[in-house]
């Protein structure tokens, strides 16, 4: 055998074995890739115990769901049931605290005719017996009144409060400090802490 065909026959069985390297590396490939199909797909199949497992564990995140919804639904039921109660008490507080408001504010008109009538200077005696009966009735009825807690406005003297006095007329007067009620002109009433009338006064500037 010459050398060049020897030459060529072992070039020949390198390139055989080159070939068939190759179909063993494809091979070897494909059972690689055939195998991890394999895995991913019996990772995806779940057992039957493992379906139950899925399916309760959404069932419980559900329920707590429900649960926190209710629990948050209570809790602002009985913050709407605690402020109702706290209004209706506070309502039958202050009907009970000013329950004579109404009376009193009726009366006010009568209470400043008794007082006009009080202040008529006479000599009659008979004017007088009259007005010793008035002035009796008078002070019956404002000391009912006071047991309600309806009492008159201090105003002469006092510095002027707009939420108590009702100012009609502004002078500048000596031996007045400024914004002091100089005269009262109507008196005013407290209900308790609430002014069922201004009283209308003469404010010095």
Request: net charge negative; glycine share 4%; aromatic share 4%.
């Amino acid at each position: 055998m010459s050398e060049q065909e020897k030459k060529n026959q072992e070039e020949n069985i390198e390139n055989q074995g080159t070939v068939e390297e190759i179909f063993a590396e494809e091979e070897t490939s494909k059972d690689v890739n055939e195998l991890t199909k394999e895995d991913e797909q019996s990772m995806e199949e779940l057992t039957p115990e493992q379906e139950q497992l899925k399916e309760a564990e959404a069932k419980i995140a559900e329920l707590e769901a429900k649960i926190e919804e209710l629990e948050n639904r209570y809790l602002r039921l009985q913050a709407d049931f605690e402020n109702s109660r706290r209004r209706a008490r506070l309502d039958m507080e202050a009907a009970q605290k000013y329950r004579v408001q109404n009376l009193a504010t009726d009366l006010l008109q009568s209470l400043d005719n008794f007082e006009r009538a009080l202040n008529i200077q006479t000599e009659n005696e008979e004017t007088k017996s009259i007005l010793r009966g008035m002035q009796m009735v008078y002070k019956g009825i404002m000391d009912a009144l006071k047991r309600e807690g309806v009492e008159p406005i201090e105003s002469v003297g006092q510095p002027f409060d707009p939420y108590k006095h009702q100012a009609v007329m502004q002078v500048q007067e000596e031996g007045y400090d400024s914004n002091v009620v100089i005269e009262e002109l109507q008196k005013g009433y407290m209900l308790k802490d609430r002014v069922i009338r201004p009283a209308m006064v003469k404010v010095n500037g």
